[in-house]
């Protein structure tokens, strides 16, 4: 990892006290924070019509679609543990605006499966991007403005960074995220790996198996951890939970944090690929970065990342209680910034 990637991870250690307060608090402490009147209670009715699949790549990829067939394409990603409901109020609004609406489940998501059974379940992160330009070629789509949030943040920078000729526009919720094994082999300070607790249950076989006997309850926990003033109600939940019954979930999840820690082995024809992305290649196309307020979950100050952005470059921070799901507890800010860098 290139020497400017450390102190972005140096400042994980400031963002960190906010994403463990509730952990120090105890769960007392986050019963009265969901109960906080300064965030509306969150309980959206709106969703997709039918799911459809395409195969590409190595996967059969579930997607659901929005807005008119020749429109501006706009590619959503979700991160974990999400799904595409972090964009059902979103595309409403960009499919008004006349953009063509794509929101992928990600391998291990959903209705998204692998074709062969012998596929080695990857979760590193160029894989992940892969996946999204396999299915834009399977779509036939040119080029896209790319936007996401947690791991969906961090393929669509990797999107922006290898493939700017495909790409139109980026919006990164928490900013740069294109990480590397020997940045992340650096130790922070207790408090800041306090933060990433799951991360190091996910590298033990411990940690496998309660994942996957109890991820319904471990994914509402993080939700509640990573977003402690959003009002989301059990429906809301529920609704995404459907797609952690994924029969390659849990293989996927914990391949990607274990990877993250060099304790898995990734595919080793992509080496040479990642090598480039440890070296934090910037972006140059369109971008807007967004943070919000409230967010509980491990995060680089903007300051951290605001030089890796080479080309017209914008922050937002979204105001009003707003935690790690910007794009589902502020769907109109979120919206918003897509379609000012598809302008841009």
């Known amino acids: 990892m290139s020497d400017d990637i450390n102190p972005r991870r140096r400042r994980l250690i400031g963002a960190a006290a906010v994403g463990i307060s509730a952990l120090e608090l105890g769960f007392s402490s986050l019963a009265r924070a969901q109960t ?15 799911i459809k699949q395409i195969n590409a790549g190595e996967l059969n990829i579930g997607y659901a679609e929005a807005g008119p067939a020749n429109g501006p394409v706009v590619m959503l990603l979700h991160g974990w543990p999400y799904d595409i409901y972090s964009f059902a109020d979103v595309a409403p609004i960009l499919a008004a605006a006349g953009y063509r609406v794509i929101i992928p489940y990600l391998r291990g998501y959903g209705t998204t499966r692998f074709l062969s059974s012998e596929t080695f379940r990857n979760g590193q992160q160029y894989v992940i991007a892969q ?14 403005v790319f936007a996401g949030f947690d791991w969906g943040a961090r393929t669509a920078d990797i999107m922006a960074v290898l493939w700017p000729e495909r790409c139109n526009g980026l919006v990164s919720v928490s900013g740069y995220l294109i990480g590397s094994i020997k940045g992340n082999s650096q130790p922070l300070p207790p408090k800041a790996e306090l933060a990433w607790w799951y991360q190091f249950y996910f590298a033990t076989e411990r940690g496998q198996i309660g994942y996957d006997k109890n991820r319904h309850d471990f994914n509402r926990l993080i939700w509640q951890l990573a977003s402690p003033q959003w009002h989301f109600d059990d429906a809301t939940f529920e609704r ?11 293989a996927i999840v914990i391949h990607n944090y274990r990877w993250r820690l060099g304790v898995a082995p990734g595919d080793p024809k992509y080496d040479a690929v990642e090598a480039k992305l440890a070296t934090a290649p910037a972006v140059t196309v369109p971008s807007i970065t967004m943070e919000g ?3 509980g979950a491990p995060h680089p100050e903007p300051s951290a990342y605001a030089h890796k952005f080479a080309g017209k470059y914008e922050h937002r921070l979204i105001k009003g209680g707003v935690g790690h799901n ?19």
């Not at 995404?240 to 849990?250: E, K, L, M, Y």
Request: proline residues 8%.
């Open 293 to 295: 307020d409230a967010n």
């Open 326 to 344: 910007l794009p589902q507890e502020a769907p109109q800010a979120f919206a918003q910034a897509v379609i000012d860098v598809a302008k841009s």
């Open 131 to 144: 996946d999204n330009l396999a299915l834009m070629d399977a779509l036939k789509i040119d080029k896209a």
């Open 240 to 250: 995404t939970a459907q797609s952690f019954n994924n029969p390659d979930h849990v």
């Open 36 to 50: 906080n009147p300064a965030t509306p209670s969150t309980a959206s009715s709106a969703s997709f019509g039918k």
